[in-house]
């Protein structure tokens, strides 16, 4: 019992070893193929129109010298990359240099790090509400079975990382919401919700399981959570942060 009891607990650690090496291998394989072999920033616009536009965009935000205003109005595409700057300061001043291709190395790893983030959170999920490790692996390896996953996981182009995992937070406020009807984690599924919106449209998809999930809660509990001046407050915030990214 007691040999049975030691192989038991060793099997626990076996999944999260995996997934760790899993994450792993796929920040450095990430990193070693679609974000280091660019050493010039011109090389961006031969690989994809949308590397360059949003490189030059976040070095706009930086007041980068020699950078030209592009043709997009002061809400286009990327314009939530001035919120990067104080981090991109902080890393520029490590650098012996700053030259325009490390704003875009900076702009993927962070993508890169909001996808792996997303993982996590996936994972966390999937364990919490199905209690099978192994099938919340199982699933995030089926979304890297996909090229064209793979191919914009670390793209600046922020879908399948920053809207996803701000898409993933707002489901986990709402799941902890339905669970304790604590009004704190319906706003951080509204402000989750809204940020994600505000950097790419179909983030307002998570309004729908929102809904729903204070309808369940009204109905079980008997608590107006939508009252006028819940809604007010809400949408009052959600598009402040709107505003504020855009």
């Known amino acids: 019992p007691e040999k049975l009891y030691t192989m ?6 076996i999944e999260p070893v995996f997934f760790v090496a899993f994450l792993a291998v796929v920040f450095v394989s990430q990193l070693r193929l679609w974000i280091s072999p660019f050493m010039d920033f011109n090389w961006l616009a031969f690989f994809h129109h949308d590397l360059i536009y949003q490189a030059e965009r976040f070095l706009l935000n930086l007041n980068y010298s020699g950078i030209e205003m592009l043709d997009s109005s002061p809400a286009d595409y990327g314009s939530e990359l001035w919120l ?36 996590v959170l996936i994972r966390f999920l999937l364990r919490r509400y199905t ?35 701000c898409i993933l937070i707002s489901l986990y406020a709402v799941c902890v919401f339905c669970e304790t009807a604590n009004k704190r984690w319906l706003l951080i599924a509204l402000l989750a919700t809204a940020l994600g919106t505000a950097i790419k449209w179909w ?10 999930g204070v309808m369940v809660r009204e109905k079980k509990f008997k608590i107006e959570f939508f009252s006028l001046t819940n809604v007010y407050i809400s949408v009052i915030i959600s598009f402040a942060v709107i505003f504020a990214v855009e």
């Open 8 to 13: 038991k607990n060793a099997q626990r650690y």
């Open 131 to 165: 209690g099978s490790s192994a099938g919340a692996f199982l699933f995030i390896l089926i979304m890297m079975s996909s090229p064209l996953f793979v191919q914009y996981f670390s793209f600046v182009k922020p879908d399948p990382n920053i809207v996803l995992l």
């Open 203 to 212: 983030g307002a998809f998570m309004l729908f399981p929102i809904v729903h």
């Open 84 to 119: 990067l700057v104080p981090f991109f300061k902080v890393y520029e001043f490590f650098l012996a240099g700053s030259t325009p291709i490390h704003a875009y190395y900076f702009l993927a790893v962070f993508h890169l790090l909001c996808g792996i983030s997303s993982f």
